[in-house]
């Protein structure tokens, strides 16, 4: 079956930049989208069809794709950017949608 | 305002069933693609299935095909996720989605319902 691979975590200092990847054999054909997970809330879409910023999200979210790897590009992050995020994408047949394992972001 | 609000989860015996429900509101529901993910404890998300608009396409992530089955009542503004022959695996919490048009991604979440598979 399908998967896509983030790092478990990523640490960052306050106003420093955080990378969070996320790469599957398919991204190159599909769309990733990214969701940010705060502790008990439901996921937040951040980043769409691979670049766009929805209306609400904080321009310091960007996303970016190269081949089988996608990133996902905090700048200058904040506390409260502390948070589990996932990518997630649909197989080859662009039917069945994986998320990634999850990428918990720590702001030390 | 645009809502989605889970409902049906439980405690459940190996083996059991149960039907989760999701009531939409603050948007034309039939519209849309719609989608079940759920989270077990401390885990990380997990898409469940896929519905379209006029429920003639359904989708299922392997673990649950045969086991579940999504449906829809555009009429009630309503999405459903029967689930049966439960397994201890399958506990977690369930969050009722909404695709965006034109192949957004998933922009509308509810809270989620919990269903506990246990002995």
């Not at chain 1, 996921?43 to 609400?56: A, D």
């Not at chain 1, 996902?72 to 904040?78: G, H, M, P, R, W």
């Not at chain 2, 693609?33 to 759920?38: G, I, K, L, N």
């Not at chain 2, 555009?74 to 034109?102: H, I, P």
Request: aromatic share 12%; charged share 15%.
């Amino acid at each position: 079956s399908y998967e896509l691979t983030q790092p478990p975590s990523v640490s960052v200092a306050p106003g420093q930049m955080a990378r969070i990847t996320c790469s599957g054999e398919a991204l190159p054909k599909r769309y990733v989208y990214w969701y940010q997970q705060r502790p008990g809330q439901f996921p937040v879409l951040v980043i769409n069809r691979n670049f766009e910023r929805p209306s609400g999200i904080p321009e310091r979210f960007s996303g970016s794709t190269s081949g089988t790897i996608v990133t996902l590009t905090i700048s200058k992050v904040q506390a409260e950017d502390e948070a589990d995020y996932y990518c997630l994408s649909a197989d080859s047949s662009g039917f069945y949608w994986v998320f990634g394992g999850g990428t918990k972001l720590t702001v030390l | 305002e645009v809502q989605l609000v889970e409902s049906g989860g439980g405690f459940v015996q190996p083996g059991g069933s149960l039907r989760l429900s999701c009531a939409a509101s603050g948007f034309t529901f039939s519209t849309y693609w719609m989608s079940w993910v759920r989270q077990a404890p401390g885990k990380g998300l997990e898409w469940v299935a896929n519905i379209k608009q006029d429920a003639n396409e359904k989708y299922y992530v392997d673990s649950v095909q045969g086991r579940f089955t999504i449906s829809r009542d555009n009429a009630k503004n309503s999405l459903f996720l029967q689930m049966n022959s439960l397994r201890v695996e399958d506990t977690a919490l369930y969050y009722c989605a909404r695709w965006g048009l034109q192949q957004s991604g998933m922009d509308v979440w509810g809270q989620g319902t919990t269903v506990t598979v246990s002995s």
